[in-house]
């Protein structure tokens, strides 16, 4: 009997597994069962929707991630900073010019300046500074409140740049070379510093971040309604525009990183230095610009991401804590895959809207689903369902 | 500039009937106790500590702002029978650890004066509850956890005292309301959609159902859970409705009763459902998040919405509290977001610290001898009407909460600023600064303060 379980055992596996599976399907079927098809169209729409806003998170993790190996614990806090710069640029009427000013300076000279300070000695990096920051600034105070999307975009572009190479300059270039459990240690010391700036600069009142606001109604655009299918399906199904705008920004985020990291020659760059930064620095790589890079894209990922939430909720500091949601859907579709983290965070939106339609009372949709999801995938494919597998050859 | 405005417009409605403000400070509201013993050369310590960063900040952190206020009145208008008063606190970002932390600080740090806290959330009166029993110190708290005040068998006094009702009696009294008004509730189903944890689960449970299905208002026996951080709840909602809901109540704040608003409107039912929730849903915060989305009249999700106001309120202007606390928010030059509840509540948490102590101190003869039993004895004998009448503290029968609410309505004010307005024809809008526009929420009470129901068993 051990003989023939030993001869088929990869066999034997995949039969629990597919015996697993069809208990779960069968256990969905039957509390499903009695769900009007409009509810269950309506939990998958959104579990899609809520999911891409998810897998918008998920891609700056895992952007981090593919060019440094760093598991970044401070993206939650980033997306607030970010949120936070766009509402004082959207709520503001009339920007301070020289804290504009400073922004802009403070974004370029850090730009120019990624490779080593000494490059702020040459003339051409002088003007490109003073030409940069004259740019951003116009494009943060220019014009009236009419022009607040202007600004707000610009400054929280620059705040997101600051902030990227803020935290890879000062927390994580220092940390080239050592182990890197010490850089994902020092991403939780840059999650508080984060919360300590973001408390004191912006208050801990939730703010209102009127994004999605019709200018002829004064409302938030009204849901898409699908009255048409209202009869078929036996009740009506609303699709949230907000949602649908989040989701087609992540498409865009996701499409232009793939096309990044496949075919350009910095994206190339930023995987090898992730495979070895020492290997990268000896084969002529310039590994400190690469980390800045990606610091500044995950920061500006981060910063899109806490704005749409801000607009959908108020941004608040609870606003950090999405990103502890998001971290299933980014081992789910493998920390190194970027369609890995779309599909991981539509995976998990899904899992959690329909665990709530099934029992919301005791929260299986948020606390429990999503990690049996993880385990389930984990144990059938460690690496994630779209991640790298490793061969270690000894 | 836009909240310079925004705090104009602020000033300029709830200083309307205080025509005489300009010219002079009010005069402390509260009738305390006389000082019998004279402090002179020591300080009065008010302590406390909640989450002033986490899930709940957005609206305790004015409490900070109103205990300082009161810190800088006091001590600019003598102390506290010559005293001078201060503030110790910590934030603990809602985390329980750091409450614990904060816990063992203050009682070792402080051993000597610690003998009254001040709290705020009700997941840190059920941690805390056995310790500040063993250590003998009293506790005013904020909140109406039956765990926090009763212990697991809900029948155990403890030495916390909450200020509100607990949130199962808030309930119980919204039962009755529903039930005495038919023709607003027609056929009442409540549902209850909330936020997890200690204070969103406190709201609800099997003596609630039974009490509000004796009155004829059955309450679904499955609530429906969301996380402040969801930006999308129609499941939630939908499962509740599908389940024969026609009432939905809430024990969140802030974002979630602005959330489940705006998902009514989106589901175009905001007139067919109604929504509720417990005292703190009747909150300003409440009122500027509700306005991402117009109802069909112009006017903001929230409005119409109903919920508990076991104190007064901004609005209450004829009241000699609430014209005084906004005399000092306004001459502290507060935020306009600061000017929410826990603001109001705060100076009334202050007013009774005080009033306790020289109570305490006259008894036993010196700040040093007072003690925590002492402090308690104090506490629990005291009926006295907060800053004048914000609200009543009266201990009775061994019971540890406020027994007084009322039911309030959310609108929002009408041009005129008589009233509420009935369509945003008729709404006041205020100009941000920025380009967009708000309207100004008001909290209209609707029934006089009533004894609450006693639903702990």
Known sequence: ?394 | MNRFIILCALVLLLGAALPALAQDMLPYPSDLTECEVDLSGETVNIFHFGDLSGPYAFITQPIVSAVSDAVLYWNSHGGVCGAELAQVYEDTGGNLEATQSAYDRFSSEYAEELDLLLLYGSGDGELLREQLAADEIVSFISAGSIESLYGEDGQTPGWLYASNPLYINQFGFFCQFVAANPEIFPDPVIGFVTWPGAFGMAGTGPAARDYCGGLGVPVLAEPQIFLPTDSDILTQVQNAIDSGANILYSNSLASGPALIASTLVDLGMDEDIKLAGVNWVMDTTVGLLGQRVLKANGLPSVDGMFGSMPYLWWTERDNAAVQFVTQQFNANKRSPAEQNIAYLVSWGAVDSIIEATIRTVNRVGSLSAVTGAEMRETVESMDYAVLGGLYQHKIEDGMREGTLNRIAVMKFANATMSGPATGAEDALLIDDGAGGKFFLPLVLPLTEFMPVPQLRG
């Open chain 1, 1 to 394: 009997m051990l003989e023939i379980i030993k001869k088929y055992e990869a066999q034997l596996r995949w039969a629990l597994y597919a015996l697993g599976a069809a208990l779960l399907l069968l256990f969905l079927a039957d509390q499903l069962a009695g769900k009007k098809a409009a509810r269950i169209l309506q939990t998958l729409l959104s579990g899609i929707l809520v999911g891409g806003v998810y897998g918008l998170v998920a891609l700056g993790i895992v952007v981090i991630n593919k060019a440094s190996g760093v598991f970044n614990f401070a993206h939650g806090w980033m997306m607030v900073v970010g949120g936070m710069i766009f509402w004082s640029f959207f709520s503001v009427s009339e920007i301070s010019l020289l804290g504009a000013a400073l922004l802009a300076t403070a974004t370029m000279l850090l730009a120019m300046s990624t490779a080593s300070f000494s490059r702020l000695r040459q003339r051409r990096t002088q003007l490109l500074v003073l030409g940069g920051s004259l740019l951003l600034t116009a494009l943060m105070t220019a014009g009236g409140s009419d022009w607040r999307w202007l600004h707000a975009l610009s400054g929280a572009f620059a705040g997101a740049m600051l902030t990227g190479l803020a935290v890879e300059r000062f927390a994580i270039r220092p940390l080239i070379g050592q182990p890197l459990f010490t850089a994902v240690l020092m991403t939780l010391a840059i999650a508080e510093v984060l919360h300590g700036v973001t408390q004191i600069a912006w208050g801990t009142v939730e703010l209102n971040l009127p994004i999605f606001v019709n200018p002829a109604t004064g409302s938030r655009f009204q849901p898409i309604r699908l009255e048409g299918l209202r009869e078929l399906l036996d009740g009506l199904v609303i699709v949230r525009v907000e949602l649908v705008i989040a989701f087609v920004l992540a498409l865009v985020a996701f499409s232009g990183f793939i096309i990044f990291f496949r075919y350009t020659s910095v994206g190339l760059a930023m995987r090898a230095t992730a495979e070895d930064q020492q290997l990268a620095q000896a084969v002529g790589l310039r590994v400190r610009v690469i980390l800045a890079i990606s610091w500044a894209a995950a920061a500006f990922l981060a910063s899109i991401a806490g704005v749409l939430q801000g607009g959908a909720v108020g941004l608040s500091l609870n606003i950090s804590l999405v990103a502890l949601r998001v971290f299933p859907a980014v081992l789910l579709g493998g920390l190194e895959s970027i369609s890995g983290a779309f599909i991981g965070g539509i995976l998990i939106g899904i899992v959690e809207q329909f665990g709530t339609l099934i029992n919301s009372s005791q929260q299986v949709g948020t606390n429990l689903a999503p990690y049996l999801v993880l385990m389930l995938v984990l144990v059938l494919k460690p690496e994630g369902l779209f991640g790298e597998k490793r061969i270690e050859r000894v």
